[in-house]
C-alpha cells in the first residue's frame, strides 16, 4: 500500500515534537538515531509522550517478548490518539517489515508502517500525511541493491564521543530459528568509499570510537555489494586520524573459521581495533548446532577462538569475548545442555546474552514440533546457565584489580550522581571504570588503575599522563 512521495515542504510543517520508544539490538539503537537525525531539522524530542505531536516506535522481532512488547507499547497511546487527532503514530523497524498493513487492521489508529529499507522516506511520509495527500502509509518494500539515499544521513549520536556505524544489512545465514534474513533482507553491503566518508564525518563531529555494525558484520565483502573483505575494510577505517577506537558487531563464527588468519591478524595487530569480540556460539552442542544449521561445530569454534586467544597472547595482548546462547532448543537434551555448560567453562566469556528458544513466524524451527523442552525444564537450565556465567563473569573483572587500563572518558558516571568529578569510561575489553577526574578529560583516553571490583563495574584512580600505546585488557 505504498503511497507516492513528495518532497516536504518545512515551511508547512505543524509538528513539532517527536517521542520515540526502540527495542532490540544495536542495528535498531542505529536506526533510532538515523529517523531522529532525518527529523532534527524539523522536530524537537520529548521524553513525554503526551506531549508529543508524533511517535514512533522501533521495533523487534528476534523474540516472541520482544514483538509482544511493541503491542502493549503502541496500545498505551490509543488514547492519546483519540484526544489529539492530529497525533501521528509510527511503527518502524523488523515487526513493521514482518506483519506490514496488518498492524493497520489490528491497530487502526497508527498512521504508518515503515519497514527496515525504508527509513530514509520517513520525512516525506509525514509531509504526505500531514498534508492530507493519503491517510495511512505503509512502506515494507524490500530491495537486493544498497538505495542512493538509504545511507546518506549520517546520524547523530546520543554520545559525543562513541558512534556506530551500518556497514551493510542483512543476513545469508540460514538459521533455523532466526528471523532476521525475512525481516532484514539478504546481505547487502556499503562501498567501502561510502563508509570511510562517513568516518571522517563522524570524526569531524568529535567522534573517538566507532562500532561498525551488520547482522553478520564480519561476511562484508565483495560478493554482496562490498569492495574489500572486512579485514581490509576495518584495517582502512582504523588509519583514520583522528579515531582512536574501532569495535564491530555482530560477526558469525563461520567468517573466523573460513577467513584463515587474516582476519584473526588484522584484529590482534592492529592496537585502533579492541580487543572485545562478540562470538555468538547459540550452544555447546554438536546435535543442537546442526539442528540450529549454524555451518559449524563445536571443536571448530572453540578452535577459532583458541586460535584468537593465541594471536592476541602473541603481540602482548589480552581479550574480551562475549556470547549468544540459546537453551531449550527443540530437541535439546539434558546432554546438549551440559554441553553447553562445558563451553561455558572452556571459553569463560565475559559477557553473554541467554534466552529461552522463542519459536519465531516462517521460520524452520517454527515447526518443530517434536522434542520440545518443558517451559519449566528450559527455565531450570537458563537459570544455571546464567549463575555460573555470573560468577565466571565476576571472576574475569576480579583480575583486574590492581592493573592499569586504558579508558575512553566518556562523561560523568552515572552511579555516582551525587559527587562532583567522578567519571566513567570504557575499557579496551568494554569494562565500565569509574574514576575522580575533570571534566576537561571527557573525550580523551586516560591511563587509570584498578582499585576496586564491582559487580557490574570497576573503581580506578587516574594514573596521569596517557602513553601512546597504553596498555590491553587481563583476560
Known sequence: MSMPLNTPNISEKT????YIESFGCQMNDQDMARMLTLVKGDYSRTDEPDNADLILVNTCSIRDKAEQKLYSTVGRFKSLKEANK??????????AQQEGEGLLKRMPYVDMVIGTQNLQKLPAIIDDLTQKRVDKAVYIDRYKEIQEDEFETVPYSENPYKAHLTIMRGCDKVCTFCI????????????SSDILDEVFVLRDRGIKEITLLGQTVTSYSPLTGGDSTFAELINKVAEVEGIERVRFTSPHPIDFINSGSELISVLAEERKICSSIHMPLQSGSNAVLKAMKRGYTIEEYL???????KAYEARGRHYAITTDMIVGFPGETDKDFEDTMKALEDVRFDGMYSFIFSPRPKTAAAGYTDGMVEKSVASERLSKLQARHKEISFEKSALLEGTTQEILVEGESRNNPDEDNILMGRTECNRIVN?????????SLKKVKVTKVFKNSLWGELCGVTPSGGEPCLS
Open 435 to 443: 574514576f575522580k577526574g575533570e571534566a576537561s578529560m571527557e573525550g
Open 180 to 191: 532476521v534474513p525475512r525481516v532484514r533482507g539478504r546481505e547487502v553491503c556499503r562501498k
Open 15 to 18: 509538528i513539532s515534537k517527536v
Open 303 to 309: 578452535d577459532s577462538v583458541n586460535t584468537l586467544k
Open 86 to 95: 492530529g497525533l501521528l503514530i509510527g511503527i518502524t523497524g523488523c515487526v
